[in-house]
């Protein structure tokens, strides 16, 4: 398993397609399996790799909350799609001591077992969740408008871009170009979200992310199903 050389463009097109069907490298909430990823990616990917790009700005985001993601951080190697060997190289650094001084997402032996500790307790609470069978799922249904820098905006690459966002409680829906004037058209896409899951400012963040395509985005309709 591995996603090859993480610094390359070849590495990083191997996890854009991994990414294509998933949110994160493992389970359905942020981890210490992105975060082990996440740290040996030199830089964010290129706009054309959407699946990557959108994982990497929704993994940066929780730079100030890594040590409480739940797992533990494993080898490259055990992450990523069968048959593909992990070859990216360490950091340079000066001695071992300097690596954990500018690990920026380094751990110890406490700060593992904190993890785990609250990996247990979400699990805990997940599962008695799930154990309480809930008859109703509040859903939503949303029209969204997104508008791109100019009429040179590549339209059906920033509707990819957006359709790209896969998140546990979300449905992509139909879309259409809608003139706004001076040649430059918007997409208008629909969705259906489930409310506890899925909430407009978590889809404004990752749409907006995609700031090549993504002049901004607003909430033309919304409705309770």
């Known amino acids: ?12 097109k191997v996890l854009n397609g991994f990414l294509a069907e998933r949110s994160y490298i493992e389970g359905y909430v942020p981890s210490q399996a992105d975060v082990a990823v996440f740290e040996a990616i030199s830089t964010p990917p290129p706009a054309d790799l959407c699946h990557a790009l959108r994982w990497y700005n929704h993994i940066k985001s929780y730079q100030s909350q890594k040590s409480s993601l739940p797992g533990v951080k494993k080898p490259l190697g055990q992450y990523g799609p069968s048959g593909v ?5 360490a950091p340079a ?21 904190e993890a785990a500790r609250l990996k247990e307790e979400r699990l805990a609470e997940y599962a008695a969740k799930k154990a309480k069978k809930p008859t109703l799922i509040a859903k939503s249904s949303i029209l969204l408008d997104v508008k791109p820098w100019d009429d040179e905006t590549d ?15 979300l449905v992509w829906g139909q879309s259409k170009l809608v003139p706004v004037g001076y040649g430059i058209k918007k997409l208008q896409i629909g969705c259906v979200v489930e409310d506890d899951k899925v909430g ?13 395509f993504v002049q901004s985005m607003d909430v033309a309709a919304f409705n309770k199903i």
């Open 85 to 89: 060997a992990d070859t990216t190289s």
């Open 200 to 212: 407009t400012d978590i889809l404004e963040e990752q749409i907006t992310a995609f700031e090549d």
């Open 1 to 12: 398993m591995g996603f090859g050389d993480l610094k390359s463009t070849s590495g990083l």
């Open 155 to 169: 339209m059906a690459k920033l509707e990819e871009c957006v359709r790209s966002i896969q998140m546990d409680g």
């Open 93 to 113: 650094s000066k001695d071992d001591d300097e690596d954990d001084d500018i690990d920026l997402f380094g751990s110890d032996e406490e700060e593992d077992a």
